[in-house]
């Protein structure tokens, strides 16, 4: 991948190593980071993956400043990683962030709001912006305590974006969230990526990533071992040139099994629709096919005059690379 421009970056992270050292009489070394360097870009939604013990923690506890590197360096907003002007530009959301039970909405924004320093009429210009991005507005004056899991990780977005900070860093934001819940987590991502706020996100949801992130970095027993668009990390980890074909055909099986030179993992069943196809109607499905044999089985369906109503072609998924990729990693 081509270098970033030094002036469009948010994290610039070069030649970053942590090493733990564990025992007193007889201690062993635990690297949790190896060498690893990667850039975001200012604006964009990037997605951080990896296995448990990859190094994704221990890389975010790095940007926040809360552990120092062993070698290498971090920068944050063109600042060093956690200076207190580094911090200042940050919004962080934990995985598991445990508002104090006493809290309402509003007085857990306002009591985050002044760890960070803000004064009552600062936090006051911002809360009903904030509880309406999250779609909280109308539930400010709740106890906390009364909050779904949705509704609690919501909060803690807002409270994350509190003082307006140009790169938010999220650990697990759509953990254990259901389909409706995760969904209003990705409108609030889409929403800060239209003003131009930079997100750095963890997950181990592959789907929620795919949908999400604009580059993506993955991470294996504490090295980077694949960065890009999720079109970029396919070509490299994957073989593209095959997949599945799915199609549709006016024909019964029988017609279809006299070709000669169907594939031979070539699916065929038939589709019921009543009187619907007086024809018939079926389904042929094909895993490992390239582009070509794609092309040779829709030559023979039309030589064979058969009509064909529905083509699909699968690629691979974000999880195929991933399990490529960590699949692959050794120490």
Not at 56 to 77: C, E, M, W, Y
Not at 234 to 244: A, C, F, K, L, V
């Amino acid at each position: 991948m081509a270098s970033i421009s030094a002036e469009t970056l948010a994290i610039d992270v070069q030649h970053l190593s942590k090493t733990y050292r564990e025992g007193l009489l007889f201690p062993r070394v635990h690297p949790a980071l190896k060498d690893v360097s990667l850039q975001v870009k200012a604006g964009e939604v990037f997605g951080l993956l990896g296995p448990n013990g990859a190094g994704k923690t221990t890389l975010i506890k790095v940007l926040l400043g809360i552990l120092h590197p062993t070698n290498g360096l971090a920068q944050v907003l063109k600042e060093p990683a956690g200076s207190k002007a580094a911090r200042r530009k940050i919004g962080y959301l934990p995985e598991n962030l445990v508002f104090p039970r006493h809290h309402t909405g509003r007085s857990a924004l306002y009591f985050y709001g002044r760890l960070s320093e803000m004064s009552d009429s600062q936090i006051a210009a911002r809360e009903n912006e904030l509880f309406d991005l999250v779609s909280l507005q109308g539930r400010q004056n709740e106890a906390v305590r009364r909050y779904s899991k949705g509704m609690r990780q919501r909060l803690g977005l807002a409270q994350a974006m509190l003082h307006d900070p140009d790169l938010l860093i999220l650990d697990e934001p759509t953990d254990g969230l259901d389909p409706m819940g995760r969904s209003q987590i990705r409108d609030v991502l889409d929403k800060l990526k239209q003003r131009g706020k930079t997100v750095f996100l963890n997950s181990h949801i592959l789907q929620e990533v795919e949908l999400i992130c604009d580059r993506v970095a993955i991470m294996a027993l504490g090295q980077l071992r694949g960065i890009g668009t999720i079109d970029e990390l396919i070509r490299s980890h994957t073989n593209d040139q095959s997949g599945s074909v799915k199609l549709e055909v006016l024909a019964i099986p029988s017609q279809i099994r006299q070709i000669e030179s169907l594939p031979a993992n070539t699916m065929i069943e038939s589709i019921d629709l009543g009187r619907l196809s007086q024809d018939g109607l079926s389904r042929i499905a094909v895993d490992n096919i390239d582009q070509a044999g794609v092309d040779s089985l829709v030559d023979q369906l039309r030589s064979a005059q058969i009509s064909i109503l529905r083509i699909e072609r699968a690629r691979p998924s974000l999880e195929q690379v991933f399990m490529n990729i960590v699949g692959a990693a050794k120490p």
